[in-house]
């Protein structure tokens, strides 16, 4: 999933289809939380359900949105390096953090459970 999201960040902001600006825009913001729903729904299917540590099994939410924040950060900064006719923005990693927050919620719905586990004392 990772690959798949910088490959479509990757992508001139003109391949999108969108007839004007505002569309575009709205588009673009879509993306952006549904990849990044996407992906914290993988994150956090691996770390609560695939065995992974005991410490980030139990902290699987903030861990993904740790790390989803610093990957999509990353992601921002490289449309405005490294990615030829693409710019950074404040707002797709607004709308990243949406995304990374609906997978909480999604992960809730489908398994019944939060992906925090319970804390041992």
């Given at each position: 999933m990772t690959v798949v999201v910088v490959a479509l960040h990757g992508m001139p902001g003109g391949e999108l289809g969108a007839h004007d600006w505002w569309m575009n825009q709205r588009l673009d913001i879509l993306l952006h939380a549904v990849l990044f729903g996407v992906w914290g729904m993988t994150a956090l299917i691996a770390l609560r359900?695939?065995?992974?540590?005991?410490?980030?099994?139990?902290?699987?939410?903030?861990?993904?949105?740790?790390?989803?924040?610093?990957?999509?950060?990353?992601?921002?900064?490289?449309?405005?390096?490294?990615?030829?006719?693409?710019?950074?923005?404040?707002?797709?990693?607004?709308?990243?953090f949406l995304g990374l927050c609906g997978a909480g919620f999604g992960f809730r719905a489908l398994y019944l459970e939060w992906p925090v586990g319970k804390r041992t004392l």
């Open positions: 359900k695939g065995g992974a540590s005991a410490r980030f099994s139990r902290n699987a939410w903030p861990v993904t949105v740790i790390f989803g924040l610093l990957f999509g950060l990353s992601m921002e900064w490289a449309q405005s390096v490294v990615f030829p006719g693409r710019g950074g923005d404040f707002v797709d990693l607004v709308a990243d």
